[in-house]
């Protein structure tokens, strides 16, 4: 292997780890704050559970959006260039 | 909560269980070896004409759109005439429909557009919901070879699932886009609609342009990195417990879960992007 191609290994595979673990720091603090929100609220009304569960888990996957951006982005860095 | 199931379906389900058993009974007995071949690609056909953003096709796309759209039709078939005492079959597709038709309700203010708005979110999300789900259970898939041929692979891949495809995606995103602005001229005449794009002042007209743009690409990335991530996470983790039948509580957690939750995501943006124009 020649050592060019062997830098472009490396800065894929390191481009594609930073982009995946630097881009799930965002997703992960929005969704732990809606995960706290949506505790405090189930503790002062339980008997709206139901309800919070669902547009907990909603609120969720729209958070999770960017993080999975930098997944597509990561799998393109890996495996389409 | 009892599930009671009649006896055609006993034998059904029976039925595909024991295929699924008996091939990895047959896998580890004959010592089948799987192999993470063909990771993200796609078997894509050269058109005979051409050369060009149109002369290329990705058959399974089509032929798993044609299959799902064949699964919704037979079922509807199988539920056509509906009884005032429903069965089984009436009662689950009408608590999914009636969910969507209180999402429609609750938040299209013109009772007029209330219908149509429903018909196009229950059909986006019967389409979506069928096809994640789908992409969850190991099938049938063909991968690309070198010589530009393809393979086809039994059970050592999840059935492929259309929405893991970014056309296939960024079609009915589209979709949504061009009907959410004939339902917004349609509401609000055409000048009233053109003049939205100059709220609140000229100078922001780039910005509202932009920002109309920007929905469906975000629309359509959604459904399309959840779906492809999680059947990419799927089979990685299923090569490392080196057999694919075995790790059966990740399709239940990334086909089922996920898949359900990003159909039911896709058809609330859906209906928000077409309501927010409305009004």
């Not at chain 1, 505790?39 to 919070?52: D, N, S, V």
């Not at chain 2, 089922?256 to 992007?273: N, S």
Request: charged content about 15%; glycine content about 10%; hydrophobic content about 55%.
């Amino acid at each position: 292997m020649e050592i060019g191609e062997g830098l472009m290994m490396l800065g894929k595979y390191i481009g594609a780890g930073l982009a995946m673990g630097i881009g799930a720091i965002g997703p992960g603090i929005g969704e732990g704050r809606i995960g706290a929100s949506a505790m405090e609220a189930m503790a002062r009304q339980p008997e709206m559970i139901g309800t919070l569960t669902t547009r907990m888990i909603l609120a969720d996957a729209i958070a999770e959006t960017t993080g999975i951006y930098s997944l597509v982005i990561a799998f393109m860095i890996l495996l389409v260039v | 909560m009892k599930i009671s199931l009649t006896k055609p379906d006993k034998i059904f389900l029976g039925t595909v269980f024991a295929g699924y058993i008996s091939v990895m009974i047959y896998m580890l007995v004959t010592g089948y070896k799987f192999q993470l071949e063909g990771v993200g690609q796609r078997w894509i056909y050269q058109l005979p004409f051409g050369e060009g953003p149109m002369s290329r096709i990705n058959p399974l796309t089509v032929i798993m759109t044609w299959v799902i759209m064949a699964l919704i039709i037979f079922i509807s078939t199988r539920v056509k005439v509906f009884k005032i005492i429903p069965g089984r079959k009436q009662s689950l597709l009408e608590v999914a429909m009636e969910y969507v038709y209180d999402l429609v309700e609750d938040s299209v203010s013109k009772k007029e557009f209330v219908r149509p708005i429903f018909n196009i979110a229950a059909s986006i999300f019967l389409f979506v919901l069928l096809s994640n789900i789908v992409g969850s259970f190991p099938g049938i898939n063909a991968i690309p070879t070198d010589g530009g041929g393809f393979k086809i692979t039994i059970l050592s891949d999840t059935w492929y699932a259309p929405t893991s495809d970014l056309n296939m995606n960024l079609m009915l995103a589209g979709f949504v886009f061009v009907m959410s602005h004939a339902f917004s001229i349609k509401a609000k005449g055409f000048k009233s609609w053109a003049k939205s794009f100059f709220e609140p002042a000229w100078p922001m007209f780039p910005m509202n342009v932009i920002g109309e743009i920007a929905k469906p690409v975000s629309h359509s990335l959604r459904l399309f990195g959840n779906i492809m991530g999680g059947g990419i996470l799927i089979l990685i983790i299923g090569y490392l417990a080196k057999y694919f039948i075995v790790p059966a509580a990740l399709w239940g957690i990334f086909g089922l879960f996920f898949g359900a939750i990003q159909a039911l995501i896709f058809t609330i943006l859906t209906i928000a992007y077409i309501s927010s124009l409305i009004d």
